[in-house]
């Protein structure tokens, strides 16, 4: 049996706001399915993210490590940070390079975009790959403590292989740039 597109449609019938907070808010929906039957949806709303992959003239990555309250650990992953309202990804990408790395990029190129986990949020986080750097001033927010390290692609690849590197904006990100 196939369906067409049309026959996938959920239709919003209404909305309630359960949350506002400083990152996501969250809603409760009521769709109509396809079968007519009405389905309640949760909703995290997110303004949106970057990635950023620093590549270095020498073909090595600089990744940052930080710790991470919701899994509670410190991770390594590829610099990355949220839209500012009315921000436009690029500049939001040389931003989070500068406050985490401590880099300016000459060269930036989207590699592309894409929903983190579209079963419950509407995230969208643009991944770019950040070549020809410059040192510029480390300035991370105040509530962040990063430490920013540069690994060859050699040991990025073993790092993903031994799971040391686990959060999946970084692997897409990594292997979209070809490390």
Same mark, same amino acid.
């Given at each position: 049996m !196939?369906?067409s597109?049309?026959?996938?449609i959920e239709?919003?019938?209404? *909305?309630?706001?359960l949350?506002?907070g400083?990152?996501?808010?969250?809603?409760?929906?009521e769709v109509?399915?396809? %079968? /007519?039957?009405?389905?309640t949806?949760e909703v995290?709303e997110?303004? /949106?993210a970057?990635a950023?992959i620093?590549?270095?003239k020498?073909g090595n990555v600089?990744l940052?490590r930080q710790?991470?309250?919701?899994?509670g650990?410190?991770? $390594?992953?590829?610099?990355?940070?949220?839209?500012d309202?009315d921000?436009?990804p690029e500049? &939001?990408?040389?931003? +989070?390079?500068?406050?985490?790395?401590?880099?300016f990029? %000459?060269r930036?190129?989207?590699?592309? !975009?894409?929903?983190?986990?579209? /079963?419950?949020? %509407?995230?969208v @986080?643009?991944?770019? $790959?950040?070549?020809d750097? +410059?040192? *510029?001033d480390?300035?991370?927010?105040e509530?962040?403590?990063?430490?920013s390290e540069?690994?060859s692609? +050699?040991? @990025?690849?073993?790092?993903?292989? !031994?799971?040391? @590197? &686990?959060d999946?904006? *970084?692997?897409?990100? $990594? &292997?979209l740039?070809g @490390?």
């Amino acid at each position: 049996m !196939s369906f067409s597109e049309t026959d996938l449609i959920e239709k919003q019938l209404g *909305s309630t706001r359960l949350f506002e907070g400083k990152i996501i808010n969250l809603r409760r929906d009521e769709v109509l399915l396809p %079968n /007519g039957k009405t389905a309640t949806r949760e909703v995290v709303e997110h303004p /949106g993210a970057v990635a950023v992959i620093p590549r270095t003239k020498e073909g090595n990555v600089i990744l940052v490590r930080q710790f991470r309250h919701p899994i509670g650990k410190i991770i $390594l992953e590829v610099p990355a940070g949220k839209l500012d309202p009315d921000e436009k990804p690029e500049a &939001c990408a040389l931003r +989070e390079l500068a406050e985490e790395t401590g880099f300016f990029a %000459n060269r930036l190129r989207k590699l592309t !975009s894409m929903y983190t986990t579209p /079963g419950f949020t %509407n995230e969208v @986080i643009h991944v770019y $790959l950040a070549e020809d750097l +410059e040192e *510029s001033d480390k300035q991370p927010d105040e509530d962040e403590f990063i430490t920013s390290e540069v690994y060859s692609p +050699e040991q @990025i690849r073993q790092m993903i292989a !031994s799971g040391e @590197i &686990c959060d999946a904006k *970084s692997l897409v990100a $990594l &292997c979209l740039a070809g @490390i």
